[in-house]
């Protein structure tokens, strides 16, 4: 079984926190000093925050699988489709270890497919998160949106 994975960069890590507890209704999984996650059950998502000096924002989306052939899986489909998937083994990022595999959808959205097999008491650094192209940010004034209407 499949997680949606969302991530996002934060000013505030300590209102963010206050923020989406209340929004999700419950604390969250994991807390550091620079760092947070959700894992959800309703909906199935592990939604991660973080103040680490990036761009305000989403980050990158994500699909957290379960077992090593499922990564394997996703990454074959991600190359199927075109995309040049950059693969990470034994890494460590956002305090855990794991495997990855990064994309870029078309319109540049950085996706990530991981497998955690650990924890790590340190965020570590994802250097091949830092090469893919960034999530875009649209004010909702350019979707003829209000914030009041949403």
């Known amino acids: 079984m499949k997680r949606l994975h969302i991530h996002v960069s934060v000013e505030n890590l300590e209102?963010?926190?206050r923020f989406y507890s209340q929004m999700f209704g419950?604390?969250?999984?994991?807390?550091?000093?620079?760092?947070?996650?959700w894992m959800l059950e309703?909906?199935?998502?592990?939604?991660?925050?973080?103040?680490r000096g990036r761009a305000t924002g989403v980050d990158h989306l994500g699909l957290q699988?379960?077992?090593?052939?499922e990564l394997a899986?996703?990454?074959?489909?991600?190359a199927a489709a075109g995309r040049n998937v950059l693969e990470q083994k034994?890494?460590?990022c956002c305090y855990a270890k794991g495997d990855k595999a990064w994309v870029a959808d078309p319109q540049g959205v950085r996706w990530e497919t991981f497998h955690t097999h650990g924890e790590s008491t340190r965020y570590?650094?994802?250097?091949?998160?830092?090469?893919?192209?960034k999530v875009s940010t649209v004010p909702?004034?350019?979707?003829g949106c209000s914030a009041n209407a949403r």
């Open 15 to 17: 209102d963010s926190i």
């Open 26 to 37: 419950t604390t969250p999984t994991v807390t550091h000093s620079d760092y947070a996650k």
């Open 42 to 51: 309703d909906p199935r998502v592990n939604f991660a925050i973080s103040a």
């Open 65 to 69: 699988v379960e077992r090593p052939d």
């Open 73 to 78: 899986e996703v990454a074959g489909r991600l």
């Open 90 to 92: 034994d890494t460590t």
């Open 124 to 133: 570590g650094e994802d250097p091949i998160a830092a090469e893919t192209p």
């Open 140 to 143: 909702a004034s350019a979707c």
